[in-house]
């Protein structure tokens, strides 16, 4: 029962990081470069701020995750929230794979009895378990603002990435068809 617990854990975390990243892509291929480095003030981060910090992290959290401290020696990460001429469009969005990529193959290799170990970040403990909890809400919290600005630059021309407005009704018949076909078939 354990290690079936432990398994859908990782898999499900896989499941529901891959679910967060497909949100932000959608709202990236909805605004142009204009948009894409646009931030509305002083105070608020871009879609690309959003998307280098991220990456930033990414790479930093997930690479050797077992075996170094989550904040590598080598992250800039005040340096995450400044655009410099080498942060094009198609390098940032190299940057957010490869981070995604690094996540999903640490998960993917990590087993059941990896779960209560612990992983230091900023030499603070965690076990694997709160680490990716951890990790989940961070990423979530900012792919909220990157759909969030995406939303206010597309305006009335913004294809929803939910449930759309007063279709409640038809959405959820459409679940319950598919999960009824799915227990015949």
């Known amino acids: 029962m354990t290690q079936d617990l432990g398994r859908h854990f990782l898999d499900n975390a896989v499941r529901e990081f891959r679910g967060v990243k497909a949100l932000a ?7 142009d470069d204009s948009q894409f480095f646009a931030a509305p003030d002083s105070e608020t981060n871009s879609i690309a701020v959003n998307l280098k910090h991220v990456a930033g992290n990414l790479r930093s959290r997930w690479a050797d995750f077992l075996t170094t401290d989550g904040e590598k020696p080598d992250r800039k990460r005040d340096q995450e929230f400044v655009i ?46 709160q680490a990716v909890h951890r990790q989940f809400t961070h990423y979530a919290y ?11 630059h597309r305006v009335s021309e913004w294809k929803t990435l939910s449930v759309p407005r007063n279709r409640s009704a038809d959405f959820n018949a459409r679940v319950q068809q598919q999960a009824g076909a799915r227990e015949r078939g």
Do not use: C, N, Y
């Open 142 to 152: 900012h792919v909220g603002q990157i759909v969030g600005l995406a939303k206010q």
């Open 25 to 31: 892509d959608k709202a990236f291929t909805q605004v």
């Open 84 to 129: 410099g001429p080498e942060d094009t469009r198609a390098a940032l969005m190299q940057q957010w794979e490869r981070g995604w990529q690094t996540l999903v193959d640490t998960l993917s290799a990590l087993e059941p009895d990896d779960l209560m170990r612990t992983v230091p970040i900023r030499g603070e403990p965690h076990t694997v378990v």
